[in-house]
C-alpha cells in the first residue's frame, strides 16, 4: 500500500474516572519513568495535577503512534518523546511533541470525561481530521462501520486501522484509541489518502 508520509495520524485518549482507579501516577518514581523535569515541573504545579498528567501521556502517545507509522518500530520510551510549547486554553490544549529531530503537532481536548489528543506531521492538518467519539465496546468498530454513512472501518495487513470510503473505494489513513467507556476514530477523507 503507498502511504503519504506527510499526513500521517495518530490520537490517544484516556478515561478519567478509569484512569483514577487504575494508575497510581502518585507513587513513588511514576513520573520519573515517563515526564522529563521539565513536564513534572508542569504536573506539580499544575490547578489539577492528575489533569496534567493524563494530557501530558495523551500527548506522547499520540506522538508515538505517528512515529510508529513511519519506523514500524514498536518501542516506547515515553521520556523520548518530549512536550513542548504547551498551550492550554480551557478545555482545548496544544503542543509540539519533540522526538530526535522530528516535531508532531499535537491538538487536544479536556473533559471532566476524558482527555483527547490528536496527532500529525503537519500543524495545518489537525484542523482536516474527522473525529468521531463512540462508546468502547467489543463492538466499535461495526458501531462505527454502522453509523458512518459510507466509511468502513478494517485494519491493514500488518494490524494499523484503516477506513475505506463505501462509494468510491478510496482507502484512508486512521487512528483509533480507547480506554475505559470511549474510543475514538480519527481520519480525513480530504487529506490521509492510504494508497
Request: hydrophobic share 35%; proline share 3%.
Amino acid at each position: 500500500m503507498k502511504i503519504n508520509w506527510r499526513v500521517l495520524i495518530g490520537n490517544d485518549l484516556v478515561d478519567l474516572r478509569q484512569a483514577a482507579t487504575e494508575s497510581n501516577w502518585q507513587r513513588k518514581g511514576y513520573l520519573g519513568k515517563i515526564y522529563t523535569p521539565e513536564e513534572q515541573e508542569l504536573i506539580l504545579n499544575a490547578a489539577e495535577p492528575s489533569v496534567m498528567v493524563w494530557l501530558l501521556w495523551t500527548m506522547k502517545e499520540a506522538g508515538y503512534k505517528v512515529l510508529n507509522r513511519i519506523t514500524a518500530i514498536r518501542s516506547y520510551s515515553p521520556q523520548s518523546f518530549i512536550c513542548c510549547g504547551l498551550i492550554t486554553n480551557g478545555s482545548q490544549a496544544t503542543a509540539v511533541v519533540c522526538h530526535d529531530e522530528r516535531r508532531i503537532y499535537i491538538k487536544s481536548e479536556i473533559s471532566s470525561q476524558m482527555i483527547h489528543s490528536t496527532a500529525t506531521l503537519n500543524k495545518q492538518d489537525l484542523e482536516e481530521l474527522t473525529l468521531s467519539y463512540m462508546d468502547n465496546s467489543a463492538d466499535y468498530r461495526a458501531d462505527f462501520n454502522r453509523s458512518s454513512r459510507g466509511y468502513f472501518l478494517t485494519k491493514t495487513s500488518s494490524g494499523l486501522p484503516l477506513i475505506i470510503h463505501g462509494p468510491t473505494g478510496r482507502k484512508l489513513i486512521a487512528s483509533v484509541s480507547h480506554h475505559g467507556k470511549y474510543a475514538a476514530i480519527v481520519y480525513s477523507d480530504s487529506l490521509l489518502s492510504a494508497g
